[in-house]
């Protein structure tokens, strides 16, 4: 429109002559016929199929569907009825096990049933569905009546068909009305209801009685399949066998038209109406047929265009963007009005596409196999082919890799392995004749283009001609992006090559500056990815995220603005495309396909993400993104060419309810609450063990239910609600006694709330939670507490005499020890001190015998050296001066070799080095222990045999003796038995002192064996 705009300012400025305004007046026509026909092309609405055995998991034949005011979906099965919620299925039979043909809601809620001499209605007892039969009001005389073929409501009636009767129920009264021969399907037009008896004519429906609307010859003797609501209160009549006719005023008149001759093919089984006067119809082997209230089809649905079958029985529109059709293989569900639409692969055309454009207001698409123009043809074949009256026809002579096309005034151009194809009105050319992959047009110089091959070229427009200018210099590689920077630089992508700047020389010289960049600059590899110009840079697309180019460091650096400026896009991106004025799609490839993001650009320049309001098919992969001038976006993708157009607006705007699905307690998985819609009336109260719950929960917004996203708290547990997500369930285990309120809310995928729904219930108390249970805990741990105390006041007390029997002997074995050291001091030292000294003395007297004095020196000498080592033992026992110069492993050793010298016991001795594993200080207490143990067998055990063994492991010194004595009693062992000293009391004590343990294992006759652990290193507090 801002285009006519222009061209109609221009048209009266001053200068224009009269074929000047011949010519605009002509371009205002052309862009009108374009615009008008961009806006009515369209693909087909997208299917979803679901399948018994995956989905439902009942009977595969669907029948009919219907939906009530929560809405939740009922469809009529061969098995009952089912219910769809958005997350999962549930199946009612019927009390007789009967086939579900025909389903309607009434008024008041009810959900009315009709089968195989049986119909009712189910409706909801807080949130359940009870069913409740009518059968016991039907005349005896027509309770054999067959099968309910059709059912609709009419004011506060419902009317329900079968061949031999039809039943019209209002609140709780039942009225039955009998053909004079048979009756047909009900038939809905508008608001008004018609049925056909072929004794009576066509016959409407009203307040319970049947009103002749025409009894001609037409209607005696021609069947209807289905009727349908036509311009100016007219009717559309679909026959079984004669075609379509056109009921009015003046009579009933046939048909021609592509709807005409698809009624005379296959049977018209059930109609729905859809918005703006359109209306679906499912046919018998023919698929659905989308019809506008002309008459005319739009769309064709099939097995060609996504559905399972292409018998289709039953069709329900729930007014929120979804069309439900029942099949022959299960449910299908297509969006409608959808304002995207798809052109299958091998459908409209063979081959990936790779391209769109544009051109003089036709779309022309480019595939790995053909270049294709978009067409119009209403003709019965191309509608059963395509599926609607648009159709891709190949452009004859351009195939093979057509890559990219470009539209430059009123010529295009398409790049192919075979070159760059030029078509205009004088038919189409080669340009350049090496196979070309970008094209770019210069904004510095709009008569050239830049060709991206092996390397780089360009054709230019010089007298009215395009011209192959040839290859630029120094450029070898195969180049994917051309993007111009200024009038001479250009930056150019290539396969697995890296990035490079070209330089171009000014006028059309071919030779060039090239600066190539690599995982050296920044770029995280040379893998290929696209790259687009957003926001005025150019953004380059990694594996690692969107880089942009640092002119100052010369080199390649993630772009953080990219990411400030789209918040909540991912990490890494696969395509950045412009999409209308002020809006950026960005894609990211995952395991499922392609994810689309869409901003648009605020008045303050920042950008808000906008939600999608299409989806592409599942495992759908983009590989280019389009926009042309009339605002419509299309997506190449691996399943044929999206288009999507932003002016048809969803109608999945309303609001809709959250459901608790269901309420289970855990482990048995017993249910205890169903559909609770808004708020339970009244608490559920459960008993302590119950304490476990699994809720259930959905979202009743059919658009896309697996991007429907909830969050929930459940107050008295919960501090705050949850982050979104798609998980359905929330389990909650061990609650304690209280008061309870599980809250949940939805958003669907159009960023729409859902009605929030909540679920109260209460926890008791369990018995040991009682007045009577805690005064007994309180009276029970006051007395543990008491008789805990006494006893830790005994152990004090027999601690305290232990130790002092301790400190007693601790004094003891000091005063003999030093009794000892007197002792030898007194008789030994002294003694041989007192020698030494009177024969020093007889020598200085006679001085005059030197044989003599010779002989008292050599006894001096050796009771000197007698002394001497005295001194050495009794410091020894007092502090072993080898621990010092040695080592404690060293000082171990020596001590064994010392007690095999002087004892007959055979020693086996394995000692690891534990040098600097106790902590300076600690050595002695080691080394007393050892020394100890060796006293006791040398004493007591009366052995031949002893084995040692110290071992270092990690954390620990382990220290094991065994010999094969007497052995001992322990319970009548004494303390203070070895040699004078503490006994064993002395080694648990400074194995204590250690932090260690210390096991002691003795029996008569059966030798004694001693182990001991320490901890070594930084275990060793």
């Known amino acids: ?77 061969a098995q009952g009825v089912l219910t769809y919620n958005g997350v999962s299925w549930s199946l009612f039979p019927l009390p007789k096990k009967t086939a579900v043909n025909s389903l309607a809601v009434d008024a008041a809620g009810r959900v009315f049933v009709g089968s195989e001499d049986e119909f009712g209605f189910f409706s909801r007892n807080k949130g359940r569905l009870d069913y409740t039969s009518l059968m016991h009001q039907i005349p005896e005389n027509v309770k054999t009546f067959g099968k309910i073929w059709s059912i609709d409501t009419l004011g506060q009636t419902v009317y329900l068909q079968s061949l031999s009767a039809l039943f019209c129920v209002t609140g ?200 294709y123009r978009l067409s119009e043809d209403f003709s019965f074949p191309n509608m059963e082919k395509s599926g609607s009256s648009f159709f891709f026809s190949p452009v004859d002579g351009i195939k093979e890799d057509c890559g990219m096309a470009l539209s430059v005034g009123t010529d295009l151009f398409v790049s192919t392995n075979q070159g760059v194809f030029l078509i205009n009105k004088n038919g189409k050319e080669l340009v350049t004749k090496s196979y070309a992959l970008p094209l770019t047009q210069s904004a510095a110089d709009p008569d050239r283009i830049f060709v991206g091959t092996y390397g780089l070229q360009s054709i230019y427009k010089k007298n009215g001609k395009w011209i192959d200018e040839g290859f630029y210099e120094n450029i070898t590689e195969d180049i994917y992006h051309v993007f111009e920077e200024s009038e001479r630089i250009l930056w150019l992508r290539s396969y697995n090559q890296g990035i490079m700047r070209v330089t171009l020389e000014p006028g059309s010289s071919r030779k060039t500056k090239v600066e190539r960049f690599g995982s050296e600059h920044g770029l995280p590899s040379l893998e290929f990815y696209p790259a687009e110009v957003a926001e005025g840079k150019i953004r380059w697309m990694t594996e690692s995220g969107v880089f942009t180019f640092n002119e100052l460091k010369s080199s390649f650096e993630k772009d953080t603005s990219f990411y400030q400026t789209f918040p909540g896009v991912p990490d890494v991106v696969n395509f950045i495309a412009p999409g209308k004025p002020n809006q950026i799609w960005i894609t990211k490839d995952g395991r499922d396909g392609s994810s689309l993001f869409l901003f648009e650009k605020k008045e303050n320049g920042s950008y808000q993400r906008l939600p999608v309001p299409f989806i592409l098919e599942n495992q759908a992969r983009i590989q280019t993104i389009y926009t042309d001038h009339f605002g419509i976006t299309w997506f190449s993708v691996t399943g044929g060419l999206v288009r999507y157009d932003p002016d048809v607006k969803v109608s999945n705007s309303a609001s809709f309810v959250t459901e608790i699905s269901s309420v289970h307690l855990m482990p048995v998985d017993s249910v205890i609450a169903t559909h609770v819609f808004s708020q339970n009336d009244q608490n559920i109260v459960l008993n302590y063990p119950n304490n476990s719950l699994t809720f259930r929960f959905a979202a009743l917004s059919f658009f896309d239910e697996s991007r429907n996203t909830y969050r929930y708290k459940l107050e008295g547990f919960d ?51 009682s007045w009577w249970f805690r005064s007994l805990v309180i009276l029970f741990f006051t007395w543990i507490g008491f008789m805990f105390f006494q006893s830790r006041l005994n152990k004090l007390k027999r601690e305290k005499k232990a130790q002092e029997e301790f400190s007693r002997q601790l004094i003891n074995l000091q005063e003999n020890e030093r009794k000892r050291i007197a002792h030898e001091l007194h008789d030994s030292i002294s003694q041989s001190l007192l020698a030494i000294h009177n024969r020093a003395q007889m020598a200085r007297e006679k001085s005059n015998q030197p044989d ?149 294992e003795s029996k008569p006759g059966k030798g004694t064996s001693v182990k001991i652990s320490l901890p070594s290193g930084e275990n060793h507090d």
Request: charged letters at 20%; proline letters at 3%; hydrophobic letters at 40%.
């Open 1 to 77: 429109m801002i285009q006519v705009i222009t061209i109609l300012q221009n048209l009266f400025q001053p200068g224009f002559n009269t074929r000047q305004i011949t010519f605009v007046l002509l371009a205002i026509l052309q862009f009108v016929f374009s615009s008008a026909f961009s806006q009515t092309e369209r693909g087909n609405p997208s299917a979803i199929n679901y399948a018994s055995k995956d989905d439902y998991r009942a009977d595969r034949d669907v029948w009919d569907a219907a939906q009530d005011s929560t809405g939740t979906l009922f469809f009529g099965n």
């Open 172 to 371: 709780d009264s039942l009225t039955t009305l009998l053909p004079r021969e048979k009756f047909s399907f009900i038939y809905r037009a508008g608001s008004r209801l018609f049925i056909q008896d072929p004794s009576q004519g066509l016959l409407e429906i009203k307040n319970s009685r049947l009103i002749p609307v025409d009894t001609s010859g037409f209607f005696r003797q021609t069947i209807l399949s289905q009727l349908a609501q036509a311009p100016g209160g007219n009717l559309f009549l679909f026959t079984r066998k004669n075609g379509t006719f056109l009921h009015t005023s003046d009579g009933v008149k046939p048909m021609t038209s592509a709807l005409a001759d698809l009624s005379r093919k296959y049977r018209f089984y059930a109609i729905e109406n859809l918005p703006d006067g359109e209306f679906l119809i499912g046919t018998v082997g023919g698929g659905a047929v989308i019809v506008d209230s002309t008459g005319k089809i739009l769309n064709l649905l099939n097995t060609n265009s996504g559905l399972k079958t292409n018998t289709v029985t039953g069709a329900f529109y729930d007014g929120n963007g979804s069309v439900w059709l029942c099949t022959y293989e299960g449910v299908s569900r297509i969006r409608y009005p959808s304002p995207a639409t798809l052109f299958r692969v091998n459908q409209h055309f063979s081959g990936l596409p790779k391209s769109t454009v544009r051109h003089q207001g036709r779309l022309f698409l480019g595939t790995l196999e053909k270049f």
């Open 852 to 1000: 003599w004095i010779f002989k008292q020196l050599e006894v001096i000498l050796s009771s000197s050296s007698g002394a001497i080592q005295e001194i050495k033992q009794i410091t020894h026992n007092l502090r072993p001066y080898l621990l010092d110069r040695i080592g404690l492993t060293k000082a171990l050793h020596s001590l064994i070799r010392q007690f095999k010298e002087t004892n007959q016991i055979k020693i086996s001795a394995e000692i690891d080095d534990i040098d600097g594993k106790l902590k300076p200080g600690d050595d002695i207490h080691l080394y007393r222990i050892i020394q100890e143990i060796l006293n006791n067998v040398q004493k007591h055990a009366n052995a031949d045999h002893l084995f040692i063994s110290v071992e270092s492991e990690t954390g620990q010194i382990k220290i094991a003796v065994r010999d094969n004595g007497v052995g001992m009693e322990l319970s009548r062992r004494k303390s203070g038995e070895s040699t004078g000293g503490l006994g064993l009391e002395g080694i648990s004590e400074r194995v204590r002192i250690l932090n260690g343990k210390l096991h002691f």
């Open 719 to 769: 501090s705050d609600w949850s982050a979104w997500t798609t998980d359905t369930h929330k389990e909650y285990t061990n609650l304690n006694s209280g008061d309870y309120c599980f809250r949940v809310k939805s958003v669907n995928a159009l960023g729409i709330i859902g009605k929030e729904v909540s679920f109260k219930f209460v926890i008791l108390p369990p018995w040991w939670e």
